[in-house]
């Protein structure tokens, strides 16, 4: 059963066309670049795929879940379990430390304490930030805020993680060290990556590209 399957997606804003029958799969473990020009569905595609958007029509269904089928309970209960998001802008809560940040998905499912603390501890060595365990967001470089982010996205071990534009806030080596990362946390864990992106350094850390113009995808499918 693919990870992700998305069937003949359509969405229209003010009756204009976005997305136009757009279908394709992830697999586990399958790392997929979503690249086009701005305003070529990109980010609807994400949204719809996230749960935070509805498509007019097709379908989406992650681990054998069909989003249309579910009220809104069962649509944010399976973006807690299988889903984890990794944002340009990093979304963290600035009141929280990077570790409290990390924990929140666990504290979400009712996960018991020593284990978030255990799994908490274990990805902020994992991506090289335990030193900063205690600080704010607002105390930390793009490039940490985007590690606890990572972080964050695959503490609850999701099936999907879902990336939209991840370095487009980072300078080049620490864009390149992020991607270096998130890659690494894919093939370790064996989750599905869908990753938006404009850069051709983070389309060589994808195995497949799904190429989009016009609310289509032309290639890649």
């Given at each position: ?10 969405k229209?804003?003010?009756?204009r ?9 992830l ?20 949204n719809c ?32 379990e ?26 979400l499912?009712?996960v ?23 600080a ?5 470089s ?10 964050r996205?695959?503490v ?13 806030s980072?300078?080049s080596?620490t ?12 093939q370790?864990?064996?989750?599905a990556?869908l990753?938006?992106?404009?850069s ?6 994808c195995?497949?590209?799904?190429r989009?113009?016009d609310?289509?995808?032309?290639e890649g499918?």
């Open positions: 059963m693919p990870v992700l399957e998305v069937e003949s997606l359509a229209t804003y003010a009756e066309p976005i997305l136009r029958g757009v279908s394709f799969k697999e586990r473990g399958e790392r997929v670049a979503l690249l086009g020009p701005s305003g070529s569905g990109k980010t609807t595609v994400l795929v996230g749960g935070v958007d509805q498509a007019n029509s097709g379908s989406i269904t992650i681990a054998g879940q069909e989003l249309g089928r579910l009220d809104a309970d069962g649509l944010a209960q399976l973006r807690r299988h889903i984890g998001t990794v944002f340009q802008f990093y979304h963290l809560l600035p009141t929280l430390s990077a570790a409290e940040n990390i924990e929140l998905p666990l504290q499912l009712g018991p304490t020593p284990e978030r603390e255990t799994r908490v501890r274990e990805l902020l060595e994992r991506v090289r930030i335990a030193h900063r365990a205690t704010l967001p607002g105390q930390l793009g490039g940490e805020m985007q590690r606890v982010a990572i972080a996205a695959v609850h071990r999701p099936t999907l993680i879902l990336a939209d534009e991840p370095t487009g980072l300078d080596t864009g390149a060290q992020v991607l270096d990362l998130l890659a690494e946390i894919v370790e864990t064996q989750a990556l990753l938006v992106t404009h051709s350094e983070a389309v060589k850390h195995q497949r590209v799904l989009m113009q609310g289509q995808i032309l499918a």
